[in-house]
């Protein structure tokens, strides 16, 4: 019979590293909510051992650079893949 822990130990993912993702996603969502002249209802954030990507529709370029600036400016976050892509 396998231990029950054992799965807990050679998870990929260890509960620390998974809350730190979320506190990490939470703060950089709260960051990009106060930008001004930008939608960030319409972005999605994933963070993922300090690095965030962005998914969602702005409506310029500007404001998808905005939200990669705002992110990357986050405590922890190492790099920002942006995804956001520009309604037409």
């Known amino acids: 019979m ?3 822990d054992e799965d807990y130990v050679r ?3 260890t509960p620390i590293y998974e809350f730190r ?3 990490l996603k939470e703060e950089v969502g709260e960051a990009l909510a106060f930008l001004e002249d930008t939608d960030a209802s319409r972005v999605e954030v994933d963070a993922r051992d300090g690095v965030i990507t962005l998914y ?3 409506e310029t370029q500007r404001e998808k650079e905005a939200a990669a600036d705002c ?3 986050v405590d922890g976050v190492i790099t920002v893949i942006n995804q956001i892509e ?3």
């Open 71 to 73: 992110a990357s400016e």
């Open 86 to 88: 520009i309604s037409h």
């Open 56 to 58: 969602g529709i702005v």
């Open 11 to 13: 998870s990929d993912v």
């Open 2 to 4: 396998r231990d029950q």
């Open 21 to 23: 993702n979320l506190t």
